[in-house]
């Protein structure tokens, strides 16, 4: 899935914030794991049924690194946890709770140190809320239970704590994670929706075996009315049985008095009814009004990660892989698809047709099976045996050619780059009018957002690059994710990391003309800065909740995940990287997997004779959060590269003791550009030292930026390093340069260079030219700017303003207004331009203001050109007459790459009445469809006008908009980042601190709570630290 709003990365934060979105085999050892944890219920006798189906990965023990001193037998059993990311985690949790690294640690509250005074009251508080303890503790007749007190003592043993059924019945499991006794071989199902009603009526079959002896069968169903139930044992006649329903974790349960034996065959069969839902995920409806105002409804789906359910009663986790076969009635007018080729259309006796689909070919996961109905067009060819199909409303038809075309390359790019052809016969692309991620790779049917997936013929090429990036990230997923697919959601970064990185590489393939370089290396400084948190956490995290489940579709499963694979494919030799991948796909292919599996087919795949175990490598990068902080130090000759945690933390008494294995690589200035010219240092340990000639006059680390870490390179080497780009620019590489910008402003933030130490660097940045550097520079800047306009500081913004101006006054003089062809000038253009225009550099206001004149008075037949467009409308919107002109045209335009921009322009409106509006028009899905919430709210946040009423906002409304976007889910991630990642002062601290701590179970346990006070903490300490700074320096 691609959960990111890609048209709003552009506005950063800071730091900057992402805004915007089988293995069947039982084996005896898994079955020893089942728990004995005394906080778990237990069962009459333990059988292999009371454990939850993990199908392999527990034969892993991978030690674990990190600031935890445990012992070695310990750290084994903790790391090993950590990759198995389930409830056999509960023991160890139960036993050491404060070990584990996984737990929310509570927030420093500020930057300094205690006072003396302050340690007194503390201690003192503590002893008065020690004595308190002890006396409730030993108040007769008051027990601490997990329940809370009070609980009335007894002697009679705790009863295993079943929840109830609705019925009232016990329920037979308490866990989140299904039992692995039943593995569900295939499923059929019928779908009846109807359109008017918006309801639907389902009939599924459900073929299993059973593994273990149990007397339960335990799936997932959501939302469905369950109406009638049947089970048939192997030959035996079918009966009806009872289902029971524990709503609270989304299961259904069948009991059984006689055991069910291992190798025996069931079938179930149920029959149910629900709503079409009315959010974005399970079977969903969704409606477009086309040309003639004619308003047409369909029905959807989005499952991943947890609505499958919500659709058909299922085993509802990504390793019960079965294969499905499914039929959709629909009325005449209608067509329907799903993930296989239709079969045959049949007329029912009520006159509507059923249509159905081949038995999928292929095992698959429960999140992948889609479906739609709806009155869709498209367009097809034939690639390699497949037939690709692009389809959308019928009016936006002409806006699906871009992406047939990039489908139809890059299917056949990766036929041959995993030498492996495609598993299905057709692959459809479909865009939906409401879909809230940015697209879903389901098998042989990936949705899309309408501005994900269709171009207009004369669209941008920053607005193909945004539609290639899709395309090409859901096509990876078709065999990273669907052939092969992680275990559990603990190892996300397996499908997510992995398409995200192969999009990018496929695209710099081919695509050169996209100029995705930099579209990479800017998401990568933005890992960097999301990983740099405490709040942050390892890429294989443990996930035993649903909301945990969600939140793991974040910044470090996509982009950490994909640029820790960028490093160890630039640190392999040759076509070690695509030759492990080749054998990992090929040994896996229909099966779950867990790291250790990609790493260990990567290890085998080596082409020298020296051995390096990847996974030696990797698991200091997957299996603790954060990345490594290089500082180099040199006398003469001897360099010494010492490492540390990169982490930063309002208060200086977190202490990180984690070391990473670093594939370090460094270029001189005897030869900095090519390839060749890089040479590699492993450093494993806390510091290491190399031998460099006397004369090498400066040292560049970390070429092209393709390593996850910064470098310090200590005021001399700084020094050296400005001297060197003052001289000339080309010394290093447009990459190397960006770099450098990149890590002298983090190493700001870290307290670690001074402000002026930053705009010495910046000096040079009056004769860059290239993308990267200028928009990294501008990015920074710009952050910084936002952030003293937040917090008021106008004179300081005045001069701040003043110096970015002034800082690429000449660069943004140079810029052109008409069509321009290439997709990094154009990145280049609208950065720049944006930025002068939002800090009223007069020629740029003056030029949008006659480029929008022009496209009125030509009666909007002169296109403004693509990456322009959010500038000029937005400069547009500034007066009354032009923001109710954008308001007409945005009601009117039925192209959504460019209504997204006048959208964009519409919401950074600085007239509070208009705030308002937008505001609640976006939640209420009035004028403006509720899927645009996140991108308003981003956009309102940047002003100065709106960033207090979208604070208020949400805190008014979270109930509504919970319900419309799950908590813990990308939406909400993204509202909370950009409302508050811009306060700095403890007043903000103490009202987002005491709000999200009032919601409780609805949504204070989120991560991006905890990443949303820190920042504000971070913000506080460097505005602290700085301000003195910019008064003198500015
Ligand atoms: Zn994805």
Redesign the pocket.
């Known amino acids: ?2 959960p990111f709003d890609s048209n709003n990365t552009e506005r950063a934060n800071l730091p900057r914030n992402m805004i915007e979105n089988s293995m069947f085999e039982e084996e005896p050892d898994v079955v020893d794991l089942a728990k004995d944890s005394a906080a778990f219920p237990t069962f009459p006798a333990l059988d292999p049924d009371e454990v939850v189906y993990e199908p392999r990965s527990s034969r892993l023990l991978v030690r674990g690194l990190g600031e935890n001193e445990l012992d070695e037998e310990e750290e084994d059993y903790e790391s090993s946890a950590r990759l198995l990311g389930m409830s056999f985690m509960n023991r160890s949790s139960a036993h050491r709770p404060s070990s584990s690294p996984y737990t929310r640690q509570a927030p420093p509250r500020s930057c300094s140190r205690p006072s003396a005074r302050t340690m007194v009251v503390c201690v003192l508080f503590l002893v008065i809320v020690a004595s308190m303890t002890m006396v409730l503790y030993f108040l007769p007749g008051c027990t601490f239970t997990r329940t809370g007190c009070p609980k009335s003592n007894s002697t009679t043993p705790i009863d295993p704590a079943y929840p109830n059924s609705t019925n009232g019945e016990l329920f037979p499991w308490t866990e989140l994670r299904l039992p692995a006794s039943i593995r569900p071989l295939h499923y059929d199902l019928t779908l009846n929706p109807d359109l008017k009603t918006m309801t639907f009526t389902g009939h599924t079959v459900i073929s299993m075996s059973v593994q273990h002896n149990t007397k339960r069968i335990v799936l997932h169903s959501a939302e469905l009315n369950i109406t009638k139930a049947t089970f048939q044992l192997d030959d035996g006649k079918p009966s009806d049985v009872t289902v029971l329903e524990y709503k609270p974790r989304q299961q259904i349960a069948v009991k059984f008095t006689e055991e069910l034996k291992a190798g025996q065959h069931l079938v179930l069969t149920l029959d149910y009814s629900a709503n079409l839902s009315h959010n974005y995920d399970g079977f969903y409806n969704s409606s477009h009004t086309d040309k003639n105002g004619v308003k047409s409804v369909l029905a959807a789906t989005q499952f991943e990660p947890l609505a499958a359910r919500k659709a058909f009663p299922c085993f509802d986790e990504p390793a019960f892989k079965a294969t499905f076969l499914v039929k959709i009635s629909r009325e005449s007018g209608y067509m329907t698809l799903s993930n296989m080729p239709k079969a045959k259309t049949t007329e029912l006796p009520s006159g509507l047709l059923l249509d159905e689909f081949e038995k999928s070919s292929v095992n698959m996961s429960t999140y992948l099976v889609a479906f739609i109905v709806a009155n869709f067009t498209s367009i097809s060819e034939n690639v390699s045996d497949t037939l690709v199909s692009v389809y959308s409303v019928p009016d936006k038809k002409e806006h699906t050619r871009f992406a047939l075309k990039t489908a139809s390359k890059l299917l056949q790019f990766y036929n041959n780059f995993f030498d492996k052809t495609y598993s299905l016969k057709k692959l459809d692309l479909v865009a939906i009018p409401d879909f809230l991620a940015g697209a879903m ?1 389901n098998w042989g049917l990936i949705t899309f957002r309408e501005t994900s997936l269709l171009v207009g013929n004369n669209s941008s090429r920053l607005e193909q690059q945004l539609v290639a990036s899709v395309i090409a ?2 096509l990876a ?1 078709q065999w990273f ?1 669907n052939l092969v697919t992680m275990s559990w959601w603990n190892d996300l970064w397996l ?2 990391g992995f ?2 990185y192969m999009q990018y590489m496929s695209l710099q393939r081919e695509f050169p003309e996209l100029d995705t370089d930099n579209l990479f290396l800017a998401m990568r400084f933005r890992a960097l800065a999301k990983d740099a948190l405490n709040s942050s956490h390892p890429v294989i995290v443990k996930v035993d909740t649903a909301e945990q489940v969600l939140e793991m579709f974040d910044s470090v499963s ?1 982009e950490k995940g994909a640029s820790i694979l960028l490093m160890l494919n630039a640190s392999l030799p040759g076509e070690q990287f695509r030759k492990g991948i080749i054998e990992y796909l090929r040994k896996f292919s229909g099966l779950n997997t867990v790291t250790e599996d990609l790493w260990n087919s990567l290890t085998q795949a080596e082409v020298t004779p020296q051995h390096q175990s990847v996974s030696e490598m990797m698991k200091s990068w997957m299996l603790q959060k954060g990345f490594p902080l290089i500082t180099v130090s040199r006398s003469k000759g001897q360099v010494t590269l010492t490492q540390e945690h990169f982490l930063l933390t309002a208060d200086n008494t977190t202490r990180s003791s984690s070391l990473w294995h670093i594939p370090v690589t460094y270029v001189n200035d005897s030869c900095s550009l090519e390839p060749e010219c890089k040479q590699l240092f492993t450093l494993k340990t806390a510091s290491g030292t190399l031998k460099l000639p006397d004369n090498v006059k400066w040292l560049k680390l970390n070429y092209r930026n393709t390593g996850f870490y910064i470098v310090h390179y200590g005021d001399e080497g700084w020094k050296a390093l400005i001297d060197a780009l003052n001289q000339n620019i080309s010394v290093l590489t447009h990459e190397d340069r960006a770099s450098l910008i990149h890590n002298m402003f983090a190493l700001s933030r870290l307290g670690r260079v001074t402000f002026r130490q930053v705009l010495s660097l910046l000096n040079y940045i009056s004769n860059e030219t290239d993308t990267a550097p200028v928009t990294e520079a501008l990015s920074q800047l710009t952050t910084i700017y936002k952030l003293l306009d937040k917090r008021q500081e106008l004179g300081l913004v005045a001069r701040m303003k003043a110096y970015i101006l002034n800082r690429f006054d000449s660069l943004i003089c140079k810029q052109t207004w008409g069509e321009e062809l290439s997709a990094s000038k154009q990145k280049l253009r609208s950065a720049l331009l944006e930025s002068a225009c939002s800090l009223d550099h007069p020629y740029c206001v003056q030029n949008a203001t006659e480029l929008y004149k022009q496209y009125l008075e030509s009666n909007r037949t002169k296109q403004i050109p693509g990456d322009l467009q959010r500038l000029v409308f937005t400069v547009a919107a500034r007066s009354d007459e032009g923001w109710v002109q954008v308001l007409q045209m945005y009601a009117h335009a039925t192209y959504d790459a460019e209504k997204r921009k006048m959208l964009q322009a519409l919401a950074s409106t600085q007239d509070t009445r208009r705030i308002v509006w937008i505001l609640k028009a976006v939640l209420n899905g009035e004028t403006v469809q509720t899927q645009e919430l996140p991108l308003v709210f981003s956009t309102v946040s940047n002003g100065f006008a709106g960033h207090l009423f979208t604070w208020n906002f949400i805190q008014e409304n979270w109930n509504r908009l919970i319900e419309k976007f799950p908590v813990g889910s990308s939406a909400i991630q993204s509202i909370i980042t950009s409302t508050t990642s811009q306060f700095s002062t403890q007043a903000h601290l103490d009202q987002v601190q005491g709000f999200f701590t009032s919601l409780k179970e609805r949504g204070s346990q989120m991560r991006v709570v905890q990443e949303a006070l820190e920042t504000i903490r971070l913000n506080q300490c460097w505005m602290d630290r700085n301000l003195p700074a910019f008064r003198q320096w500015l």
Request: aromatic letters at 8%.
């Open positions: 899935m691609d790779e990230h859901e997923h994710g499908n997510e398409a995200t996509y």
